[in-house]
């Protein structure tokens, strides 16, 4: 059974920052790109950032700068960290393991992050 648990969520001032954890099981890890996407009230969920099989990461133009996504292969985890956070920034935030090849696609049950003073 593929498991992906986001933690790492919670209130933040606006210009601090955070790191969300997500952790897989079910799956081979190394062979899956992972991701982190949010969804704020009313609005679609879109790609934050994505980081490759081989490490390579991609943002959005939104946090470029700001936040740092990085994977730790022996642990099954993925990381983002978060730093001058806006109230923008406030979304639920979901974890996706994606293969390269083939239909497999998994999605965490998501984190709260909220900016706010």
């Known amino acids: 059974q593929v498991q992906l648990v986001e933690s790492g969520g919670g209130l933040v001032q606006p210009g601090g920052s955070l790191r969300l954890s997500c952790a897989a099981s079910g799956i081979n890890f190394r062979f899956y790109d992972m991701g982190w996407y949010r969804q704020a009230p009313g609005k679609q969920r879109e790609l934050v950032a994505t980081?490759?099989?081989?490490?390579?990461?991609n943002y959005a133009e939104s946090v470029k700068g700001r936040f740092t996504i990085s994977r730790d292969n022996p642990k099954n985890m993925v990381n983002l960290q978060m730093n001058s956070l806006k109230a923008e920034d406030t979304a639920v935030y979901y974890c996706?393991?994606?293969?390269?090849?083939?239909?497999?696609?998994?999605w965490g049950q998501g984190t709260q992050v909220t900016v706010s003073s």
């Open positions: 996706n393991a994606k293969r390269p090849v083939g239909p497999f696609d998994y």
């Open positions: 980081i490759t099989t081989g490490g390579r990461g």
